[in-house]
């Protein structure tokens, strides 16, 4: 088993920045992709941007130039740097990851950017 324990969410005003972490422990042999997904209200789960072991990285078009992610594979971590916040960011992020038999979901953390 796999836990995920996320941390950094909060509020922010718009045009500001946040950074989300996402730590896994457990039984852990290797870390496959890392991904971060997103829920507003109302809205589905959509992706948001994910990376590869080897460090190759996708987003979503509407975060592109503004969210960067990155991981620590000695630490089992994923983090998403999110600079340059819009209302529309705000969501539920929630981090989900693979080690290549299954796959585990943080619990998830609130960003809100508003005014």
């Known amino acids: 088993q796999v836990q995920l324990v996320e941390s950094g969410g909060g509020l922010v005003q718009p045009g500001g920045s946040l950074g989300l972490s996402c730590a896994a422990s457990?039984?852990?042999?290797?870390?496959?992709?890392m991904v971060w997904y997103r829920q507003a209200p109302g809205k589905q789960r959509e992706l948001v941007a994910g990376?590869?072991?080897?460090?190759?990285?996708n987003y979503v078009d509407s975060v592109k130039g503004r969210f960067t992610i990155s991981r620590d594979n000695a630490k089992n971590t994923v983090y998403l740097q999110m600079n340059s916040l819009k209302p529309e960011d705000t969501a539920v992020y929630s981090c989900?990851?693979?080690?290549?038999?299954?796959?585990?979901w943080g619990q998830g953390t609130q960003v809100t950017v508003s005014l």
């Open positions: 989900y990851v693979h080690d290549g038999d299954s796959g585990y």
């Open positions: 457990g039984s852990i042999s290797r870390l496959y992709a």
């Open positions: 990376i590869t072991r080897g460090g190759n990285t």
